[in-house]
């Protein structure tokens, strides 16, 4: 069983920057892979981007130069770095994990956090 705590979120101007974390609990944290998803209002939930244990890292188009993620096996935490931001980053974020593939497949994440609101102001 895998638990996630996501923190960070926040209200920023456009063009500010924000930074998420997102805490696991279990002994095999550096086996999984760690995604980011967002859902604004109104709108399904997005893959936002994803990184396994080797490192490998997938992005979605419409964060792509503006977000990093990185992970620290160390403190079992992923982080979600986000520059640049714009209005349509509005959305609250959820962090997510699985033992599988890497993927941008929702469906294919076993376990979520709560997530945390993230709104840029224009």
């Known amino acids: 069983q895998v638990q996630l705590v996501e923190s960070g979120g926040g209200l920023v101007q456009a063009g500010g920057s924000l930074s998420l974390s997102c805490a696991a609990s279990?002994?095999?944290?550096?086996?999984?892979?760690m995604a980011w998803f967002r859902q604004a209002p109104g709108k399904e939930r997005e893959f936002v981007a994803a990184i396994n244990w080797g490192g490998t890292l997938y992005y979605a188009d419409s964060v792509k130069g503006r977000f990093t993620i990185s992970r620290d096996n160390n403190e079992n935490t992923v982080y979600l770095q986000m520059n640049s931001l714009k209005p349509e980053d509005t959305a609250v974020y959820y962090c997510?994990?699985?033992?599988?593939?890497?993927?941008?497949?929702?469906?294919?994440?076993?376990?979520w956090g709560q997530g945390t609101q993230v709104t840029v102001s224009s």
């Open positions: 997510a994990a699985d033992p599988g593939v890497l993927t941008t497949l929702e469906f294919r994440y076993q376990y």
């Open positions: 279990g002994r095999t944290f550096e086996s999984y892979v």
